[in-house]
C-alpha cells in the first residue's frame, strides 16, 4: 500500500478563520513533507518533518503552523491566511529523509481563502 | 545550484505517437532522478526514478527514462501514447535531506 491520505479534499476560509490540514500515511514512513502548488506551477516544499522532528522550513510564514503528532500523520494548521495563499496542498512521505528515498505524494487539499 | 530544466512547457501528440518529454539537470554530485506525473487537481504519482546502475529504467504506465551523464539529461518516453497520458509531468532531482527540486513541468495534450 501506497496510499497517502489528505482531508479535506477542498476548503475554503476567511482570514480570521482558523483550520487544519490533515495527511496519514499507514507505510511506515518516517520522513513527511508539505508542499504548496498554484496553479500550472510545480510544488514547491514548505516543511520537512524527519522522525517527527521538524527538519526543514523554507522560510514559510508563521500563519502556517506544522504539527507531526506521530509517525503516521502530519497536520498543517492555518491561521489569519491571505487570499495569495489559496493553491493545492500535498503532504507526501518517504522511508527517510535520504536522497535515496522516493516520495509518495497524497491528494491534495484544495484550499480557497477569501 | 541544484536546478531542473524541462524545455517544453506544452506538447500536443497524436494518441498512439511515440513520446518523449525532456529534462536536463544541474547536480554536482551523482543525482537522484524522478518522473511525477499529475492529471488536473490530483496529487502527484511516481512514474520512475534513477539512482544508479543501468541507464535506461522502466516505470509504469509504459513509460522509460534514459538517464545520459554527458548530457546531464533524463528524458522521458512512451512508445505509443494513449489518451489517458494527456497531464503535467514533472522532472525532479532530489537534494540534500531528500528536498525534491522539481522541473515547472510539461503539459501533454493527446489528440484523438
Known amino acids: 500500500d501506497t496510499e497517502v491520505t489528505q482531508t479535506p479534499k477542498h476548503l475554503v476560509m476567511g482570514m480570521t478563520n482558523k483550520k487544519s490540514l490533515k495527511c496519514e500515511q499507514h507505510?511506515?514512513?518516517?520522513?513527511m513533507y508539505w508542499y504548496k502548488q498554484k496553479a500550472k506551477k510545480p510544488p514547491e516544499l514548505m516543511f520537512v518533518?524527519?522522525?517527527?522532528?521538524?527538519?526543514i522550513n523554507e522560510s514559510v510564514p508563521s500563519r502556517f503552523s506544522p504539527e507531526c503528532p506521530n509517525s503516521s500523520l502530519l497536520n498543517l494548521h492555518l491561521h489569519a491566511l491571505q487570499p495569495e495563499d489559496s493553491a493545492l496542498y500535498l503532504c507526501?512521505?518517504?522511508?527517510?529523509?535520504?536522497?535515496?528515498?522516493?516520495?509518495?505524494f497524497g491528494p491534495g487539499t484544495r484550499l480557497t481563502v477569501t | 545550484a541544484q536546478s531542473v530544466t524541462q524545455p517544453d512547457i506544452h506538447i500536443t501528440v497524436s494518441e498512439g505517437a511515440s513520446l518523449e518529454l525532456r529534462c536536463n539537470y544541474s547536480?554536482?554530485?551523482?543525482?537522484?532522478l524522478f518522473w511525477y506525473v499529475q492529471s488536473p487537481g490530483q496529487g502527484l504519482q511516481l512514474l520512475l526514478k534513477?539512482?544508479?546502475?543501468?541507464?535506461l529504467v522502466q516505470g509504469i504506465k509504459g513509460f522509460e527514462a534514459e538517464f545520459k551523464r554527458s548530457q546531464s539529461s533524463f528524458n522521458l518516453r512512451k512508445p505509443s501514447v494513449h489518451w489517458s497520458d494527456a497531464a503535467e509531468y514533472f522532472c525532479?532531482?532530489?537534494?540534500?535531506?531528500?528536498?525534491?527540486?522539481f522541473g515547472a513541468g510539461t503539459r501533454l495534450a493527446v489528440h484523438p
Open positions: 507526501a512521505s518517504s522511508q527517510g529523509d535520504r536522497s535515496n528515498y522516493e516520495q509518495y
Open positions: 507505510m511506515g514512513h518516517r520522513a
Open positions: 518533518y524527519s522522525y517527527e522532528k521538524l527538519s
Open positions: 547536480y554536482g554530485a551523482t543525482p537522484y
Open positions: 534513477y539512482f544508479s546502475g543501468d541507464t
Open positions: 525532479a532531482v532530489s537534494g540534500g535531506y531528500n528536498k525534491l527540486i
